[in-house]
């Protein structure tokens, strides 16, 4: 897989995701992905990782993601499911006294 820059006579140039492959003695590349949409840092970052490069990921995260709510799951979930069918969560306080 490789990223490659298409240019376009009239607008700014495509940026794809490709792959190549053979087709008896021919070489064919395939499209995956148009990146044409991604920041510029994000393009990097992504040829940096074909190429085998080890990243950070948690690096630019806080910058381009909000943690709006977190569902609760496995252990958690079943302790809250196991209160609601016992009726606990009726009886129990959400405020401490």
Do not use: C, W
């Amino acid at each position: 897989m490789y990223i490659e820059k298409v240019p376009n006579r009239n607008s700014p140039p495509a940026v794809l995701l490709r792959e190549s492959y053979r087709e008896g003695d021919q070489v064919k590349k395939r499209t995956l992905a148009n990146l044409s949409k991604l920041p510029d840092d994000i393009i990097d970052n992504l040829k940096l990782a074909l190429k085998g490069a080890t990243l950070s990921m948690t690096e630019g995260i806080p910058n381009h993601f909000e943690v709006i709510r977190s569902l609760p799951h496995g252990h958690v979930m079943a302790i809250l499911e196991t209160i609601k069918k016992l009726g606990l969560d009726k009886i129990i306080s959400e405020k401490s006294s």
